[in-house]
């Protein structure tokens, strides 16, 4: 099994999905009696909230660089708006990222999905570093919400679930938005980490793809592949 440094924190909610989920399925692919060694260093989830690129990148390059010298052969953030880090960090390390948008494209070309519906936090959702890295590397349509449903959206994010507060409100906000795009997009991108497990058993007209599973699948393959 090849060694998988994990960069979590933000949130740690989102980070403990991650570290469960990747051993359950390695655990699975490899047979229950065993799980993966991994590397896992989290930091502190206000770094995202200051919104300072600057001190982003740099972080998320300390941390990648310490990863990379205890032995990771490969750098996972479990999350979606700090892959805004990627591209300045990348070209700095020996070791590939693997990058969720990868991971969205995967399954939406499984699916034949051409056009998707992005919602997450307001970085997410405006900043290229996912929507631009998902229509330039793999030619698909993403479109986002209006401003006043980014706003709240990013309210919901950054003020609840990224604090482990999944209310109703939240939940019947997401549900509403996401019929107003049924006949418009092919699928949604669940680009929250925590939007996977507040909307987790509700049903939808719309297929989501939710970055947080994929990305794990695409962690376990690499692990044992």
């Known amino acids: 099994m090849k060694l998988l440094g994990l960069i979590g924190g933000t949130s740690y909610h989102s980070t403990l999905e991650y570290y469960r989920d990747i051993n359950a399925k390695v655990s699975d692919r490899i047979g229950g009696s065993q799980n993966p060694e991994l590397l896992l260093h989290s930091i502190n989830i206000d770094v995202m909230r200051r919104q300072d690129e600057d001190e982003i990148n740099q972080t998320y390059l300390r941390v990648a660089k310490t990863l990379e010298q205890a032995g990771a052969e490969a750098v996972l953030i479990c999350a979606n ?3 805004m880090a990627v591209d300045f960090v990348q070209p700095k390390i020996g070791i590939p990222f693997l990058h969720i948008g990868d991971s969205v494209a995967k399954e939406a070309k499984k699916n034949n999905f051409k056009k998707l519906l992005l919602l997450g936090n307001k970085p997410t959702m405006t900043k290229g570093f996912l ?3 998902l229509t330039s590397k793999h030619q698909l349509e993403i479109v986002i919400p209006g401003e006043i449903d980014i706003e709240k959206s990013h309210h919901f994010v950054s003020k609840e679930l990224t604090q482990g507060k999944f209310t109703e409100e939240a939940k019947a906000f997401y549900k509403e938005l996401i019929t107003t795009f049924e006949n418009d997009v092919d699928a949604v991108i669940l680009g929250c980490t925590e939007l996977p497990i507040l909307l987790k058993n509700e049903t939808s ?4 793809l939710a970055t947080t599973d994929l990305h794990v699948q695409t962690a376990v393959d690499f692990i044992v592949d």
């Open 81 to 83: 708006t700090p892959h």
């Open 131 to 133: 929507k631009d890295y």
């Open 205 to 208: 007209t719309l297929p989501f």
